[in-house]
């Protein structure tokens, strides 16, 4: 059916990420309370470590990841691992976003989020979006993060951005 000719068709958008102090949860959150805005799209907001093959049965995604020594963390790394084979082939041109929180960073866990999604053919619908806590200190860095009500609007903006596009079939 030509979905085109079918815009209410529901679609879902898969969120997989994790968090270690938060800052990345909240980010997800955020853009998946945007993405819910839009009634035609489904939102399934996954851990990582929850996330299966099975699930990347999604019209579109959103990764979001610390960025922890210079690279994405460990368990989205393990998410990655464990589906990037047996999902190879199967995702083909649908789109994907990135959320990254970082201390002072966060470019080198997107390039690592972009090379995968390259592999699987993915269409990037969005530049990373990245937040920086710019926490200094072990103590600062191992602290729990509290978002700004300004990045949390960035997020929640690519959120609805990216289901409006999901939704009328521009991605
Ligand atoms: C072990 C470790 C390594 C980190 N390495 C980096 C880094 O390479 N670049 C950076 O910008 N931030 C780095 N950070 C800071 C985290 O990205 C930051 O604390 C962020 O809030 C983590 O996201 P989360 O709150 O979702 O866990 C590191 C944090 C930890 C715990």
Known sequence: MDETLHPNTTKTLLVVYHSMTGGT???VEAAARGAASEPTIRVRNLLATDTQ???LNADGYIFGTPENLAAI???MKDFFDRTYYPALDHLSGRP?????CAGSDGHNAARQVARIATGWRLKAMADPLIVCTHAQTPEAILAPKVISSDDLARCEELGAFFAAGMSIGVF
């Open 96 to 100: 994907y976003a990135t959320l990254i």
């Open 25 to 27: 949860r909240q980010m």
């Open 73 to 75: 963390s460990g368990l």
């Open 53 to 55: 093959v099975a699930d």
